[in-house]
């Protein structure tokens, strides 16, 4: 199978971001830079895996055997990531509520793999019943408007980080950039226009946020100007890909990364404050990791 190395690259610059997320306040909190990293271009990073899922998913929803078996792969993917992760799951529940939001909502950044699998099956089944993508891309930005409202108030998370609300807008996209073939019919210097513009948007909405917060958001995932720059940054990259075949390290990395880096920042420990020093340990150990657990995925495809 052809794999766009440039995309894979680019994810895993995506993974790192998220990390800076996570490790925050890498300054300090009344630091706008800090805002400007953690709270702009850093929310860049889920959107634009939720569009690529959305993207190669596609091929997948007119194939029910096929998606039943990509789903069972996700549902396994999140049951062994939470057992890995149970030690600490088992530290925050405190009422039957929490075991509740844990299990459907997921524990921490494992959100993500329940609102994919969510979110695909939402798409799944707007292509068979809507059909028409302009109702599909019109339900979609309807359900993203709910999310930016909701969103305003980070109280309200899980009203909003999940399959529904924030995977199927952004996985929606991903699929109408492939069925509707965007990446060969928009043009590239629309698409330069688009991320100049969505990146300075991005930046005001942060600077916005910054200026009028009462205090520390930190799930501040929402921002309108995401819908102008993430699609705008896939398309781009698809649009000069880097072909190679075959799948290699470089492939899960992103997703190593991502599943792994809270167990890196564990190990090295966090402080109180200022972590940017420790952000490249981090990486590194969570690289680490991931090629520990990329050896034995070789053998037991369970955990990417």
Not at 18 to 26: D, G, K, S
Not at 115 to 142: M, P
Request: with cysteine.
């Amino acid at each position: 199978m052809e794999r766009n190395i440039r995309l894979d690259y680019f994810k895993v610059f995506l993974s790192i971001l998220v990390i800076t997320i996570h490790m925050q306040p890498l300054f300090d909190y009344g630091e706008l830079r800090g805002w400007i990293i953690t709270h702009g271009i850093a929310r860049i990073a889920v959107p634009i895996f939720f569009i690529t899922s959305g993207y190669y998913i596609a091929a997948k929803l007119d194939n029910v055997k096929s998606l039943k078996k990509y789903l069972k792969h996700l549902v396994i993917i999140h049951i062994v990531w939470n057992l890995i992760y149970l030690p600490a799951i088992i530290d925050v529940i405190y009422n039957i509520k929490s075991v509740i939001l844990i299990v459907v909502f997921g524990f921490f950044h494992l959100w993500y793999t329940p609102a994919l699998i969510v979110g695909t099956i939402t798409l799944f089944l707007s292509k068979k019943y809507i059909k028409d993508y302009r109702y599909i891309l019109g339900l979609a930005f309807i359900l993203f408007m709910i999310g930016f409202y909701c969103g305003l108030d980070y109280l309200k998370i899980y009203y909003y980080r999940n399959g529904i609300i924030m995977a199927f807008p952004l996985m929606a996209l991903g699929y109408c950039i492939k069925s509707r073939d965007w990446v060969k019919k928009i043009k590239n210097n629309y698409l330069i226009w688009a991320m100049c513009i969505g990146f300075a948007a991005l930046i005001g909405e942060s600077y916005i946020r910054y200026a009028n917060s009462s205090g520390f958001n930190p799930f501040n995932d929402f921002q309108l100007s995401l819908l102008i720059l993430c699609p705008a940054i896939f398309i781009y990259l698809q649009k000069h890909p880097v072909v190679s075949s075959g799948k290699g390290f470089i492939s899960i990395l992103f997703s190593g990364i991502y599943f792994l880096h809270p167990l890196a920042m564990s190990i090295i420990g966090m402080p109180q404050t200022y972590m940017i020093y420790k952000l490249p340990l981090v990486i590194i150990l969570s690289i680490v990791l991931c090629y520990i657990f990329y050896l034995i995925n070789k053998r037991i495809k369970i955990f990417f």
